[in-house]
């Protein structure tokens, strides 16, 4: 900066000062202005939109993929294309420390590279495409991140993994470089170079995005199961209900009655505590009751259900468990209004059952215990309307309109044999269902056996036997 460019500049600050604001209050009182804008707008935020909530941190889930909040995105994203490439990708100390050090030592002495007198910024062209381009690489990034980078079966990349290397890689470093060049020749090309760089800097940022947009669509997006969580102790009720359904009803009986456990390989005729007692509740805390379910009582028969411990339950599921209990058995724990079990139910006057309003309820309730995958049911799984009206190793379990099926007469308390000649025990083995629940069945079976209520609303109906 010659003299007459300092005078100029100094001439101008002194114009500017004379019309310029105060910090204090003016500056602070715009300031808290904005401030308070931005709190109320997160407030409004966190009520209306906030985010889900997960199920509680289990350190012996391995199959959780964790993930980085969303303005870390760009970065993981930028880690897992850096992976990609041939021989570079397996030095991961260069993507990890080399590269990221480098961008932030290059924004530390933007400044003094780009020593432009000027402070307006249609002057400070430079600056602003390369920061320009920076953000829109952190954002078409961030847009990529929920789309893996994949390989087919021969090792080659994949045409959207191709796409994201493309606009995540090649183009902004090839426009960073394009940028610094013309910055360069800007003393001898004058305002040509300034608006070769505006011209660079808009069609790269166009063909990032377009190519985010790209890789979204033509990507299979990542199907990932989520975990029911409860946030009301509604919900936490009516989860821990059918959790308890499938997990502790063959032993303990749907509503926690059985005092002798009947059906139960390798604990048939062991005498047991109905912990439906409201002394049990009272004399247990609800960690104590999470702590037996987690760690089970192996010298009683009670396997762990804890996942850290070879079960199948984690932390949030057990406590969904332990609210059912605490709130079904403790008279001292009133439910609210708003908390109901999952309950099955009523049959109007006149109404044909269907497995997707009745059956469904019952099976949860009463069935699903035993007759689910890794138990000792002879193959007979009720998860599903497919699975309860299909085969068993003994055939089928029911047949549409025949009062003697199988599982009629089972639920009835009717003992079978199998088509080894061993005996098939009464279900469910500990209490037979309300006759309410087993005539229900029977409507169920003698009319067709309907899917849905409204398959189940054209029927005429035909009364049990």
Wanted: hydrophobic share 45%; with cysteine.
């Amino acid at each position: 900066m010659n003299e007459e460019q300092k005078k100029a500049v100094l001439a101008k600050y002194q114009r500017a000062l004379q019309k310029g604001e105060r910090f204090w209050p003016d500056s602070l009182y715009k300031d808290l202005i904005v401030s308070m804008g931005l709190f109320l707008l997160l407030i409004l935020l966190a009520t209306f939109v906030g985010i889900p909530n997960e199920p509680k941190a289990d350190p012996s889930d391995s199959s959780y993929i964790p993930k980085p909040e969303w303005y870390f995105l760009f970065l993981f994203k930028f880690l897992a294309l850096y992976g990609q490439i041939p021989l570079l990708g397996k030095i991961e100390w260069i993507a990890t420390v080399l590269i990221p050090s480098a961008v932030i030592l290059g924004m530390i002495l933007l400044p003094f590279l780009d020593q432009n007198p000027y402070r307006h910024y249609t002057r400070r062209v430079l600056a602003l495409t390369i920061m320009a381009v920076f953000v829109v690489s952190m954002i078409t990034l961030t847009m990529m991140a929920d789309y893996p980078t994949a390989v087919d079966e021969q090792g080659h990349l994949t045409l959207p993994t191709w796409l994201q290397m493309i606009g995540g890689l090649l183009i902004p470093g090839a426009t960073y470089l394009t940028l610094l060049v013309l910055a360069a020749l800007a003393k001898k090309l004058g305002a040509a170079a300034r608006r070769a760089q505006i011209g660079v800097a808009a069609i790269s940022s166009v063909l990032m995005f377009g190519l985010a947009i790209a890789v979204m669509l033509v990507s299979p997006r990542p199907v990932v199961a989520e975990s029911e969580v409860a946030d009301t102790l509604a919900e936490k009720f009516a989860l821990g209900a059918d959790l308890y359904s499938i997990y502790c009803t063959e032993c303990h009986g749907a509503d926690g009655e059985v005092t002798v456990i009947t059906g139960v390989e390798g604990l048939e005729g062991r005498e047991i505590v109905a912990i439906n007692n409201p002394d049990l509740m009272y004399t247990n805390s609800d960690e104590t009751l999470a702590n037996i379910i987690a760690y089970g009582l192996p010298s009683l028969g009670m396997p762990p259900f804890g996942k850290a411990y070879g079960g199948e339950l984690g932390p949030s599921e057990i406590e969904y468990i332990v609210t059912f209990m605490r709130y079904s058995w403790d008279d001292r724990a009133e439910l609210p209004a708003d908390a109901a079990i999952s309950s099955i139910p009523e049959l109007a006057p006149g109404e044909i059952p269907s497995y997707e309003v009745h059956i469904a309820a019952l099976t949860k309730r009463y069935c699903l215990s035993c007759h689910r995958p890794g138990k000792e049911n002879n193959n007979y799984l009720m998860t599903s309307y497919e699975e309860i009206i299909g085969m068993s190793d003994n055939g089928p379990a029911i047949v549409a309109g025949d009062p003697n099926s199988l599982l009629l007469l089972l639920i009835q308390g009717q003992e079978q044999t199998d088509k080894n000649g061993d005996p098939i025990r009464a279900m469910p083995p500990n209490k037979l269902m309300d006759p309410k629940y087993i005539e229900m069945w029977k409507l169920w079976v003698l009319n067709g056996m309907p899917k849905t209520a409204e398959d189940a609303r054209t029927l005429s109906p035909t009364p049990s036997p």
